[in-house]
């Protein structure tokens, strides 16, 4: 079966950098996707990688190693706003999007 | 009005209740979906439109019914629901039901159903 696995919650301090993991084991692969979401509110995008290697996008960075099925987003010089879930998604060779489950993320000061 | 809006924000419903939910939205997008979000659980896919058919019905109880009378608005039509059920309803929308490129979705901030 398909699957992706990602931590249920992890927590980091105001102002330093965490790394969320994703892995992933799918019928083929067309590209993966982070989203984020904050409690009540829609989920929105945040970074789409289809090639090996790292997108930045201001603070916030994606990784991906598509031999390992790995991806992982790196979040730096956290703000209490960063506090949400992080979904990873990857699309198949059906182009179906398969999820995981979300990381939770909580910002202490 | 810009985006994904969906409505209600919020329902209860008793399990013989019939009910709607609404979505619309205004962005261009050709496709239309809907998810299920449960606590601690993956993104459901439930229905797929593009350019107002459906493409994609996931093994959706009939108790759920989606409708798409045009390609800026989907309706998901709810009747007879267990308590199961109770969850977030996401409307969705993007460029293209599939297809390479990022085609990203644009999520609503969802629907939270309550079955008694």
């Known amino acids: 079966g398909q699957n992706i696995d990602q931590p249920t919650e992890m927590t980091a301090t105001e102002g330093a950098i965490v790394q969320i993991n994703c892995t992933y084991q799918?019928?083929?692969?067309?590209?993966l996707f982070w989203y984020q979401q904050h409690a009540g509110e829609a989920p929105t995008f945040l970074s789409y990688?289809?090639l090996d290697g790292l997108e930045e996008k201001g603070r916030f960075s994606s990784f991906l190693s598509r031999s390992k099925g790995y991806s992982y987003l790196l979040l730096k010089e956290l703000q209490m706003k960063d506090s949400a879930s992080y979904l990873c998604?990857?699309?198949?060779?059906?182009?179906?999007?398969?999820w995981g489950a979300g990381t939770k993320l909580i910002i202490k000061p | 009005e810009t985006g994904v809006t969906q409505t209600p924000r919020h329902l209860v419903m008793g399990m013989t209740n019939k009910k709607s939910l609404k979505c619309e939205q205004h962005?261009?997008?050709?496709?239309m979906y809907w998810y299920k979000q449960s606590a601690k659980k993956p993104l459901e896919l439930m229905f797929v439109?593009?350019?107002?058919?459906?493409?994609e019905n996931n093994s959706v109880p009939s108790r759920f019914s989606p409708e798409c009378p045009n390609s800026s608005h989907l309706f998901l039509h709810l009747h007879t629901l267990q308590p199961e059920d109770s969850a977030l309803y996401l409307c969705?929308?993007?460029?293209?039901?599939?297809?390479?490129?990022?085609?990203?979705?644009?999520f609503g901030a969802g629907s939270r159903l309550t079955v008694l």
């Open positions: 962005l261009g997008h050709n496709a």
């Open positions: 990688n289809v």
């Open positions: 998604a990857v699309r198949d060779s059906n182009y179906q999007l398969i």
């Open positions: 799918t019928s083929g692969f067309n590209g």
């Open positions: 439109y593009s350019l107002e058919e459906r493409v």
């Open positions: 969705a929308s993007s460029q293209d039901p599939g297809g390479s490129g990022a085609n990203v979705l644009t």
